[in-house]
């Protein structure tokens, strides 16, 4: 899920990140660290004037993912989000709707009273610390591509790299909301008359920093562009063709 490749007419290292979530990561063999390592050390052996992280169509339900790839380029600590809510907090909030007696135990460990229905993360939770620079992260320029596939975790990587100023966000707007959205741990439900099997997050990010997105939109990239038709048809991609000979040409 996760690869790379070197172009060497614009000295920039494209890493395509399909997916940010644990489980699937763990039952492809990709080991995320080493991966990331092994990109860090090809691009400052290269001397690469750019890397693209390339997000289209990622997801990924739990936030440590974006954590660990951002620590690879931060150039300061930031914080992911800012706050994470849960709306349902007791098992009779939903008739025939049975939450997960752990998660309950998690809600009443680590979450503030809940008040008008919704209970808040404890804000010394490790989950809304700064996220720290590596040991030897890349300072180079960076971009981040993303596309109506990315969401969740991939999102919110997308979301802060642009709204620090440490990444240009290309492509299209995230689908996850700019402002606040649903994610994490789920569970899933089964209507008792239409049987519709139904899977609910449980979980609403809130991520850090200013947003110049509407309401109902999702964060609105720096430079836009999408594969056209005729890209696709002739299996092209567009998107990188375009950024790529922009960097060619900011050298």
Known sequence: PWRSNWDPASATLWATLTTLDPEALRRSGQKPRAFLDALVREAQSNGARAVVLDLRGADGRELGAAELIFSYFAREPVRLVQGITVRATQPQVLPGFAMPDDFLVSIDRTYLPPQNGMASLRPDDPRLAPVAPGT????????????????????????????????????????????????????????????????????????????????????????????????????????????????????
């Open 136 to 251: 030897k992260p890349y300072q180079g320029r960076l971009y981040v591509v993303a596309d109506g596939g990315t969401r969740d975790a991939a999102a919110v990587l997308a979301m802060v790299a642009a709204r620090t100023g440490r990444a240009r966000l290309v492509g299209e707007e995230p689908a996850s909301n700019a402002h606040s959205f649903t994610g994490g741990r789920s569970v899933e439900v089964r209507a008792p008359h239409s049987l519709l099997h139904m899977e609910l997050p449980l979980l609403r990010y809130i991520p850090d920093g200013r947003t110049e997105a509407p309401l109902d939109r999702g964060e609105q990239p720096r430079l836009k562009a999408r594969s056209q038709p005729a890209d696709l048809s002739r299996g092209r991609d567009g998107v990188r063709i375009a950024l790529l000979s922009m960097i060619r040409e900011l050298r």
